[in-house]
């Protein structure tokens, strides 16, 4: 069973930066598997803002584009998500997981981490 742990969340103000990490234990074949970051703000549907393959190619919607950041780490088993001049409207838990474009064998979903853009 793989597990998602993801940290690097927090209260940050209009304009600021945070990195995001998750980590993925027990995942054998986490190299192979295009990974992405979403999030889910209240009382919203949960969205994919960042993808990555197994090669490495990103991909990220109009909204983050040129903000978010997304790569990751095949020795570690992680992948993160540098996030600059972040938004109010970025507020959201983020959590991260299999690309849901390329398959539907998602992991089980982790606690996610919050983060907050606020002055």
């Known amino acids: 069973q793989v597990q998602l742990v993801e940290s690097g969340g927090g209260l940050v103000q209009p304009g600021g930066s945070l990195r995001l990490s998750c980590a993925a234990s027990?995942?054998?074949?986490?190299?192979?598997?295009?990974m992405a970051w979403y999030r889910q703000a209240p009382g919203k549907q949960r969205e994919l803002v960042a993808r990555i393959t197994s090669g490495a190619d990103t991909n990220y919607p109009d909204s983050v584009k040129g903000r978010f950041t997304i790569s990751r780490d095949n020795s570690k088993n992680t992948v993160y998500l540098q996030m600059n001049s972040l938004k109010p409207e970025d507020t959201a838990v983020y959590y991260c997981?299999?690309?849901?474009?390329?398959?539907?064998?998602?992991?089980?979903w982790g606690q996610g981490t919050q983060v907050t853009v606020s002055s």
């Open positions: 997981n299999k690309d849901w474009t390329t398959t539907r064998l998602m992991y089980s």
């Open positions: 027990g995942s054998i074949a986490f190299r192979l598997n295009a």
